[in-house]
């Protein structure tokens, strides 16, 4: 393909400033149209997380791109999970067994503004703000536009068009609508949703709580989590059963009612929210999805990209790592040169799509876990053995959260089937008392437990292949 090709991307959010800025780096004419005001000039978030969970997989995005200083000063390192149960008592999780890996709270505003910055100092690019795309004509490569200042309705075309707009991405409904080739589609909810809320600083600008870690209130069937921000402040999000429950969003109608479930449930961390009521009327209550479809593509015409492909549920603190891993995929792709868009697109989609099948079903996974199993003694048990695998053996053991998280050189699939199995082993082999966590310090019996773990391990995976070939 000629490098002159002009492309057009939906979506100027994470995802699509950052391949904006990737296809301006290969020469490529882009533009980029946004149905939102641009977020540097205008504040936007309206509710919405202000900051993300930044970690491996997205950072090799930002080594692609050359940002990857930039982005880091951004960052603020979170080493582990700072546990609070109902007492008021907390305890470090570490993330892993190895100093060099955390993840990063991160500036979803400050990283988008960076990104955009970035992307317009290439002069073959250029950036669209208040342009609500309406729909996509897949067949003739064209978008219907409509400016939100002026109401003036507007076509434009492309030689193809990506769209990265989101969970609600007017391309793939236009799939869904258009009825001109098979298109599956899913969009599961939880029965739970979300509201943010915030704990602000000290009057001097210090943090109420300790600054490097992720903080978790599970309870069960619902719970508390915040990060730190630059300022001094964590951003709070409580996830919360819409009808469910003693306490759901449906009933917390009153001041009286909020600050009661609070008092109940997280005494610690309303210690620290005097703005709780105000937050909790002013700021929106969302809904959480999934969203899968296939194929993302329409010959050579048009491709779904990030959340518009296959958003998930925040709870591996992937979302935005995975749209950033499927610039880099997309890139490699690139590279090879294929004979069209058609090809190319059919080569991404073939590599990718099984990775985010299965971040989307670890993220569910991960939803159970942190408001519940974080806080059961057998769970704690594990996390305590695996960090001690990581720390005395950190070339022969990752757990599943630092396969999924730290190791950006394999796929999410391949984590999640290899972290699951490892999980069963080790779970089933404590329940039966198996293994004895007492003498962790010992490195010979530390060595030999993992011996019988990687042999359990090992036999889940072969009877699971077994199973797939028998199937």
């Known amino acids: 393909m000629k490098k002159q090709q002009n492309i057009l991307i939906i979506g ?168 001109k080739f098979l298109f599956s589609f899913s969009q599961n909810y939880l029965t739970h949703g979300y509201k943010e809320l915030s704990i602000l600083p000290t009057e001097t600008g210090d943090y109420k709580a300790y600054k490097n870690a992720l903080h978790i209130w599970p309870r069960g069937d ?53 703005n709780l009521v105000a937050d909790f009327f002013e700021n929106p209550t969302a809904p959480l999805g999934t969203v899968k479809c296939s194929p993302w593509h329409y010959k050579g015409n048009t491709l779904l990209m990030g959340d518009s492909a296959h958003a998930i549920v925040p709870f591996y603190g992937q979302g935005m790592n995975a749209s950033f891993e499927d610039v880099v995929e997309f890139d490699a792709v690139l590279d090879q040169q294929l004979e069209d868009w058609e090809a190319t697109f059919t080569a991404y989609e073939k590599t990718r799509k099984k990775d985010t099948d299965a971040i989307a ?55 999640m089937l290899r972290g699951r199995a490892q999980d069963k082993a080790i779970l089933n082999m404590l329940a039966d008392h198996e293994i004895d966590t007492t003498h962790l310090d010992d490195k010979t019996h530390l060595k030999a437990l993992l011996d019988k773990v990687k042999t359990a391990t090992n036999n889940i995976l072969d009877d699971d292949n077994v199973a797939k070939t028998i199937g």
């Open 12 to 179: 100027a959010g994470l995802c699509g400033s950052l391949l904006a800025l990737r296809l301006g780096q290969r020469g490529y004419n882009v533009a980029v149209y946004e149905m939102r005001p641009d977020l540097r000039k205008t504040d936007i978030s309206a509710g919405r997380s202000i900051n993300l969970a930044f970690s491996d997989r997205g950072n090799k995005a930002m080594k692609l791109v050359g940002l990857e200083a930039q982005v880091n000063a951004l960052c603020i390192p979170m080493n582990g999970r700072m546990i609070h149960d109902k007492e008021g008592h907390t305890f470090l999780s570490n993330y892993s067994g190895r100093d060099q890996e955390y993840i990063n709270s991160i500036s979803r505003g400050g990283l988008n503004a960076l990104l955009l910055d970035e992307a317009e100092k290439h002069a073959n690019v250029t950036i669209h703000f208040n342009k609500k795309c309406k729909s996509v004509d897949f067949e003739k490569t064209t978008a219907f536009f409509q400016d939100y200042t002026t109401k003036e309705e507007f076509i434009e075309d492309a030689d193809c068009i990506i769209a990265t707009d989101g969970a609600g991405s007017a391309l793939r409904k236009s799939y869904y609508l258009g009825k």
């Open 222 to 274: 619902f719970m508390v989590i915040a990060l730190p921000n630059l300022d001094g402040s964590f951003t709070v999000t409580l996830f919360l059963s819409y009808d469910e429950g003693a306490y759901n969003f449906n009933n917390l109608t009153t001041p009286e009612m909020v600050t009661e479930f609070f008092e109940k449930e997280f005494p610690d961390a309303l210690a620290l929210m005097p």
């Open 361 to 415: 079903d670890l993220a569910i996974d991960n939803f159970h876990e942190m408001k519940a199993h974080t806080a059961n003694p057998i769970f704690q048990e594990k996390r305590k053995l695996e960090m001690a695998f990581e720390k005395a053996f950190p070339k022969d053991y990752s757990s599943k959260y630092s396969l999924v998280t730290f190791n950006e050189h394999i796929g999410y699939r391949e984590a």
